[in-house]
């Protein structure tokens, strides 16, 4: 059974930064794609960023320049490094994994942007 695993969540003051991390277990190989998405309370589930396993990224624009993903496919991992946090990043952040034909969600991790 896969199972994706956030951490790094938390309180941050604007402009400061986070950084989340996502371990995948129960896979043999690796994802097709790996990733995250975000929900703000009152807003539907969005893209963040999302990297093939060949390295491509691809980003929000809202998140353009300040954030940056990474992954390890070798360990089933990917990253999100969050610098110049704003109130507008406060979500609930879910790390979301495909390797087809199958979608993959972890539990999510709660970011708050808030002096």
């Known amino acids: 059974q896969v199972q994706l695993v956030e951490s790094g969540g938390g309180l941050v003051q604007p402009g400061g930064s986070l950084r989340l991390s996502c371990a995948a277990s129960?896979?043999?190989?690796?994802?097709?794609?790996m990733g995250w998405y975000r929900q703000a309370p009152g807003k539907e589930r969005e893209l963040v960023a999302t990297?093939?396993?060949?390295?491509?990224?691809n980003y929000a624009d809202s998140v353009k320049g300040r954030f940056t993903i990474s992954r390890d496919n070798a360990k089933n991992m990917v990253a999100l490094q969050m610098n110049s946090l704003n109130a507008e990043d406060t979500a609930i952040y879910y790390c979301?994994?495909?390797?087809?034909?199958?979608?993959?969600w972890g539990q999510g991790t709660q970011v708050t942007v808030s002096s």
């Open positions: 129960g896979v043999i190989g690796s994802f097709n794609v």
């Open positions: 979301h994994a495909i390797r087809l034909p199958f979608r993959y």
């Open positions: 990297m093939t396993s060949d390295g491509s990224p």
